[in-house]
């Protein structure tokens, strides 16, 4: 503060003197309500080393509690006098006073301390995102009829999918554009979550989405109109036209819908006759752990899907009976958007040398996320450990390297619509089908 600024605040000082104790009166409640909330969720890790992995979140009973491992807790009696100085400041001087709102402003301190891990992937869920994220997971939309997720090199959300028929179709919205605004709010710095439930809400009302699209110059703004609740429809499978063996099966994302609708898809194609199959798994983000290792049991042999070890190095292992393991070639599709539990799938399947990985180095999030639920309804989304192949490789940060390195080519796909990725496919799944038939 330069002394203009210290003379201009020494005279509302002295103008406001009277109405000062006042202010400081109707602040006591508030910050009473602060403090409290604030003990609530002194929150601690405990490690239980039996049967498994457990992290258990408990509320501190008293100011200054050492964490795990002798960690100095942040709730200490100067943070809390810290933050009464910092509440009376904002009763006292912030111009806008009269619209601050005590809850927002708690759960913004709730948020602030996951935000500082500086994990992109720990988030705090008031009650309403934890609602949103359980119904994502669950494959159920309340919202325009698109798959988003995130950019890794824009670091903003980005739609990976248009579901047939739906409002965001009807919009003219397109994979791969980049949400720059949700009804006039940036995105950038924003968490996938949250960008999502600016996109949800009520069934019949509108959003505006602010697109950069690219190849194109200015941004396009979309009005889009919210639909019922909608059973989102991961896998899109059929048999090629060009190549009427060759069944072809993606996976936008793993839901827990996801298992069923992948069953029903690989029954269809059988019965068409498939001799090699294509698994697209481009631009999937992840999503539910479970439901990717009861895929990969459909797929793979006898052996190791995935393990974790959590900080202390505790491992859990999902592992597979090979009974139903899959007896056609095939070549799975990836690129750098294909992240978490995509990932999880194309390393074992990789590392098995059970299939042929085709497109691009993939993502590269070998972390896990396990939601903590607290007592008042809202949770916290915390990484608790890494995941390894089965040959244990860690690819956090690194990615997968897929076996045949080929780049999408956008430009053909716009001009005659064709997919050289799929074309290249095509080629191996033909090869090798060959081999077997001789």
């Keep these: 503060m330069d002394k203009s600024d210290e003379t ?15 202010k400081k009166r109707r602040s006591r409640d508030f910050l009473r309500e602060l403090i409290t909330g604030m003990l609530i969720i002194s929150l601690f890790f405990a490690c239980v080393c039996t049967g498994g992995v457990l992290y258990r979140l408990y509320k501190a009973r008293a100011v200054g509690v050492s964490a795990q491992g002798g960690r100095e807790s942040v709730v200490t009696n100067d943070t809390l006098e810290k933050m009464k100085v910092i ?13 601050v709102d005590a809850e927002e402003m708690r759960e913004g301190i709730y948020k602030g301390m996951i935000d500082s891990l500086g994990d992109p992937y720990s988030e705090y869920y008031s009650k309403e995102e934890l609602e949103e994220a359980i119904n994502s997971n669950q494959g159920i939309s309340y919202g325009i009829g698109a798959y988003i997720s995130m950019s890794k090199q824009m670091n903003m959300a980005m739609i990976n999918g248009v579901m047939e028929g739906s409002p965001a179709e009807e919009a003219g919205l397109r ?11 940036a995105t950038q710095g924003m968490s996938l979550t949250q960008v999502v ?14 697109i950069y699209r690219e190849g194109e110059v200015d941004f396009q703004r979309l009005e889009i109109k919210r639909s019922k609740r909608l059973e989102t429809t991961t896998v899109d499978s059929g048999m090629l036209e060009d190549a009427d063996n060759i069944g072809y099966l993606r996976i936008r994302e793993f839901d827990t819908v996801t298992v069923d609708q992948y069953t029903e898809a690989m029954a269809e194609l059988r019965g068409h006759g498939m001799e090699g199959m294509i698994l697209d798994l481009r631009s999937n983000p ?24 959590d900080k202390q190095g505790v491992r859990k292992e999902y592992t597979c009976d090979g009974k139903k393991e899959l007896d056609v070639p095939l070549v799975v599709l990836v690129n750098e958007y294909s992240a978490s539990a995509s990932e999880i799938l194309a390393g074992a399947i990789q590392d098995y040398h059970k299939g042929t990985l085709v497109g691009t180095t993939t993502y590269g999030k070998g972390i896990v996320q396990q939601i903590q639920r607290l007592d008042d309804g809202t949770a916290l989304k915390l990484t608790i450990s890494a995941y390894y192949t089965p040959a244990g490789r860690n690819i956090h940060g690194v ?3 897929p076996d045949v390195e080929l780049e999408y080519d956008y430009e053909g796909n716009e001009e005659t619509g064709s997919d050289n990725q799929v074309e290249r496919a095509i080629e191996i799944l033909n090869d090798e089908i060959s081999v077997e038939n001789n």
């Design 8 to 22: 201009d605040s020494r005279t509302w000082d002295q103008e406001e003197a009277g109405k000062e104790s006042e």
């Design 87 to 99: 509440e009376d400041a904002v009763s006292t001087y912030y111009y806008y006073e009269d619209k």
């Design 175 to 185: 994979e791969g554009d980049i949400i720059y605004e949700v009804d006039g709010e």
């Design 197 to 210: 439930s600016l996109v949800k809400g009520r069934e019949g009302t509108t959003v505006q989405l602010t």
């Design 286 to 309: 992840g999503g539910d752990v479970n439901a990717v290792v009861e895929i990969a049991r459909k797929i793979l042999p006898e052996g190791l899907i995935v393990y974790t070890e």
């Design 399 to 401: 990615g997968i390297k």
